[in-house]
């Protein structure tokens, strides 16, 4: 009986793979589709719906139902039980239609007859494309073989659509994709504009046959593949030279099980015997595991995704021998667009790109570090763009909004550049302040340094006008290997950061791993509020071996010049005790070892808890200088998650009571008589930064872009003026300071 299913299966499959093969346009091709599923599962009605746009479903073939409704019945996302399987991406099986929640009747399709309906998405490694839905009219549910059945042909559906099979035209009704103008509504990450052309990171995968005519041979070509994609896992792992035991070998042992995992291979199998090719096979064993692991409520398992996507993909690319490399030229003014993407990988195309766009992401996530580090716009979270760009597309991307443009209309595009053309003339003033103080019209003087992580940052030092590096990320070295970096490694990266600064001063802030900075080779630690736990500092304490590797090389690599160290994320005085102990005890042991010795150095704290604003008077004293980290104090304090949308930008840093905790903050280290700067994205903004210097801080540390604006500003206006202000407007009970202070600057 189940030979005789996999028989009906498979010359079911031959017919879609000869009508993909005969000449036709695409609505031709969709009605003998109906016309033969219909037959070979023995039911009156077979539909395609598809996409229309992001949120509207459109009845695009049928056999069974009243063909004028063609083109013209629609239906929301969600609505009826068509967009109800579109939505969730789940299987709708019922013998009575108009009793299931949510039903909708729509008398133009002739389909009140028809009360069994089974409907099962049409998709392609989560990209939704529509719906195919076969009804009877006698009552019944379809069995489990039949839904599988089905599955197997949508699979099928969805390859020839992504081959062109179903392409619209001028002359017919089918949507048409990869034509007009889009618009993505993200999230900044980045600030900046860039105009340029697509340049996809994976290019997709295209099975041009998901039919297979020998389930044999198909099950062979799949074993052959399988058994190099595990050589290369394998080799991968023997390779991964990171220092024995330790959860980064964790993280690699699980991906290798994935690798192994015979499940994986048999429901793969399990496809192929149906009439599936073997990279058909793995593709839609990838969209049903990705439907799956989607729903799961579990980080860990929604973080395994990850993996099983990673190993389908390689698997994809040895079956079809389409590799990362296809050949194609990057085009010039390269915009990068990607699901995903790591630092290593963002770092390795460089100052090439001229911005990116990213589907997933975080404010926080590596990628977005490096994009900060590279000077390039980054927009984050805009939905579907992978599927809907092709590579050369032109593409604009507005960083300060999150807003892309996908094939623009000419309207839209001089708009655009319009706007780029005003910020580069901004700029090239600016350029007229680099060597000039940033002295404000009352006498009182900000020092403005810059945020660094890579050696690619360092030019921007001269250029920008910075005094000094305010943070240097170290992480950043960590992040980009698959690997702990060695001591000597980690001391060349620092002695040239010391080179290039010229006798500028560099506060090296230690490993600040943890919270959204997972390394490659470290097991994510499944915490429910991984910006709370553990962190920074707290990890470094825990491992005090790269602690202390990394200590050595900053003294190494100091040779004769000031070193400036500052701890993160010290919530507890004796935090910072512990990790100026371990300093302490570092340096004498490299005196001992006859090493020369920096000529000065200076111990800081990032204070990036509102604990801290309380700290002992000991605590101030004993630290060289301060740095409010204000990223992170500003989502404690107003107990706001930065990596939430919904919320993060809900609290405004010139909110009347973190100002207050700022002064005190400031009061603190002025009795203690230490030198205290602010460090975070608000140190960049003009309008806080002027804020911040009224307030008493006098060092300031942002992007390298930033320096012109905030310079620019404070040397427009009177700094004692402003204090003035805060303080009368502190006095009247005003909860945010925003309006008054950018009232007052309307009128300088």
């Not at 389930?215 to 058994?227: C, F, N, S």
């Not at 992978?386 to 001089?414: C, K, M, W």
């Amino acid at each position: 009986m189940q030979d005789r299913k996999d028989s009906d299966s498979r010359k079911l499959l031959r017919r879609l793979k000869d009508i993909l093969a005969a000449p036709g346009d695409g609505q031709h091709r969709m009605d003998q589709i109906t016309h033969h599923i219909a037959d070979s599962m023995g039911t009156q009605v077979c539909s395609i719906y598809l996409f229309r746009d992001a949120e509207t479903l459109e009845l695009c073939a049928t056999e069974g139902l009243r063909p004028e409704a063609v083109h013209k019945t629609r239906l929301r996302l969600g609505e009826g039980l068509v967009g109800r399987v579109a939505r969730t991406g789940r299987f709708v099986n019922t013998g009575d239609a108009p009793s299931e929640p949510g039903f909708r009747f729509m008398p133009e399709t002739g389909e009140e007859v028809f009360p069994s309906f089974l409907g099962v998405p049409i998709q392609r490694v989560g990209e939704k494309l529509g719906v195919l839905v076969v009804q009877c009219s006698d009552a019944r549910q379809f069995s489990e073989d039949e839904i599988y059945g089905l599955e197997v042909v949508a699979m099928v559906l969805a390859e020839m659509t992504e081959l062109g099979a179903f392409q619209g035209s001028q002359s017919d009704c089918l949507p048409q994709s990869h034509r007009f103008p889009l618009m993505f509504r993200g999230t900044t990450a980045q600030e900046g504009a860039a105009e340029g052309r697509v340049w996809l990171h994976e290019p997709r995968v295209v099975i041009a046959n998901p039919v297979g005519d020998d389930p044999d041979t198909e099950r062979a070509r799949l074993h052959e593949g399988m058994d190099r994609l595990r050589q290369r896992v394998d080799s991968m792992v023997a390779a991964a030279d990171m220092g024995g035991e330790g959860d980064h070998m964790a993280v690699l042992e699980t991906y290798r099980m994935f690798a192994h995992s015979r499940s994986w291979l048999k429901r793969m199998e399990e496809n192929i015997q149906l009439g599936l090719s073997a990279e058909a096979a793995v593709e839609k064993e990838q969209s049903a595991a990705r439907a799956r692991l989607e729903m799961a409520t579990d980080p860990y398992l929604r973080d395994r995704l990850h993996d099983l996507d990673d190993l389908s993909n390689r698997l994809l690319r040895i079956l079809t021998g389409q590799g990362t490399d296809t050949g194609a030229q990057m085009p010039d003014q390269p915009i990068l667009v990607a699901r995903n993407i790591g630092p290593a990988d963002l770092l390795e195309y460089g100052r090439r790109l001229k911005g990116v766009v990213l589907e997933e992401g975080s404010v926080g996530s590596h990628a977005a570090i490096v994009a900060r580090a590279l000077a390039i716009p980054l927009v984050i979270h805009a939905e579907r763009i992978t599927s809907e760009a092709l590579n050369g597309d032109p593409i604009l991307v507005d960083g300060d909004q999150g807003v892309v443009h996908l094939r623009p209309e000419d309207a839209v595009a001089a708009a655009f550049r319009d706007k780029m053309a005003m910020q580069a003339e901004a700029q090239s003033r600016y350029a007229d302040l680099r060597t000039l103080p940033a002295t404000g019209t009352c006498g009182t003087t900000v020092q403005l340094y810059m945020n660094a992580g890579l050696m690619a940052d360092l030019p921007s030092l001269e250029g920008s006008g910075a005094e000094g590096v305010g943070l240097f990320r170290t992480e950043l070295q960590f992040l980009v290997r698959n690997h702990v970096p060695r001591r000597g490694e980690l001391a060349d990266i620092y002695r040239h950061v010391m080179d290039r600064a010229m006798g500028r001063p560099v506060m090296f802030r230690t490993l600040d791993i943890g919270s959204d900075k997972v390394l490659p080779y470290m097991k994510p630690q499944d915490e429910p509020n991984p910006a709370m736990g553990w962190r920074a500092i707290r990890v470094g304490l825990d491992k005090r071996g790269v602690l202390r590797m990394q200590l050595q090389a900053l003294i190494r690599a100091a040779q004769g010049r000031p070193l400036h160290v500052m701890f993160p994320f010290i919530a507890d005085m004796t935090e910072y005790e512990d990790a100026y102990r371990i300093l302490m005890q570092e340096l004498a042991r490299e005196r001992r070892l006859g090493h020369q010795m920096p000529t000065d150095v200076r111990v800081g704290a990032m204070l990036e808890t509102p604990s801290m604003a309380f700290a002992p008077r000991k605590f101030f004293e004993m630290c060289d200088f301060v740095s409010i980290g204000g990223n992170d104090l500003k989502q404690f304090f107003f107990a706001a998650d930065r990596e939430n949308e919904r919320v993060r930008r809900r609290y405004d840093t010139m909110n009347a009571s973190f100002v207050a905790l700022l002064r005190q903050i400031v009061a603190r280290c002025e009795e203690a008589r230490v030198p205290l700067s602010f460090c975070g994205e608000d140190a960049g903004r003009p309008v806080e930064a002027l804020t911040f210097a009224a307030l008493g801080i006098r060092r300031l540390s942002m992007r390298p872009a930033s320096i012109g604006p905030v310079k620019h500003l404070i040397r427009r206006v009177s700094i004692a003026d402003l204090r003035r202000l805060i303080d009368e407007a502190e006095g009247n009970g005003l909860t945010n300071l925003r309006r008054p202070v950018t009232e007052w600057l309307a009128r300088q």
